[in-house]
């Protein structure tokens, strides 16, 4: 006979009330923060299977919510998103704050655009919780505002970072 043991599980997801879904005035200047003199990261992410994941629905479009969601492009992983995904997560955990608003008035433009990436149009979904990669994307595509930013067309290139339970994904095209 099995014994079954219950799992907690804490999974939270934000959506973003105070920012549009959608941000497509770039930031007329760019700090460049030099990448290897700043920082070392360690992201624990499987970035295959998470692009994997993502680019499954993607292919397919899907429904966010009472709307669908055409087919996309699908995304290649960057750095540079990574890096900025990574630097959220940290600071969100490090200040005990869940945010899509740094500590310091910053949103996620500012931060993608600290790290030398120079966007067009950026999305951001943050999630909390002790999750897989799997358990992530299926939680994050069953949130109309997450799924929305997920699957925007106009977005070419993802990372997402993990540290500690701080969950960061970055979307954006140059």
């Known amino acids: 006979m099995k014994c079954m043991v219950p799992v907690l599980m804490l999974f939270v997801l934000a959506g973003c009330s105070k920012e549009p879904l959608m941000v497509i005035k770039p ?3 760019v700090a460049v923060i030099i990448e290897d ?3 070392t990261f360690d992201n624990p992410v499987n970035k295959v299977l998470l692009l994997e994941l993502i680019n499954d629905y993607r ?7 009472d709307t669908f969601m055409a087919p ?3 995304l290649t992983w960057n750095e540079k998103l990574e890096r900025a995904s990574w630097l959220h997560s ?3 955990s490090d200040s005990g704050y869940f945010s899509h ?3 310091n008035g910053s949103n996620a433009g500012k931060r993608i655009a600290q790290m030398g990436y120079k ?5 951001e979904n943050i999630a909390l919780g002790i999750l897989t990669e799997k358990t992530l994307i299926k939680g994050l595509m069953g949130s109309v505002v997450h799924c929305k930013a997920m699957m925007n067309p106009k977005a ?3 990372a997402v970072a993990l540290y500690k339970n701080f969950w960061t994904q970055e979307l954006a095209v140059r």
């Open 101 to 103: 608003t740094g500590s």
């Open 90 to 92: 940290k600071e969100m």
């Open 156 to 158: 070419n290139e993802t």
């Open 59 to 65: 292919s397919k479009g899907c429904n966010c919510g």
């Open 37 to 39: 003199t700043l920082f």
């Open 27 to 29: 930031p007329t200047e």
């Open 72 to 74: 996309a492009v699908p």
């Open 119 to 123: 966007w067009k149009v950026y999305e």
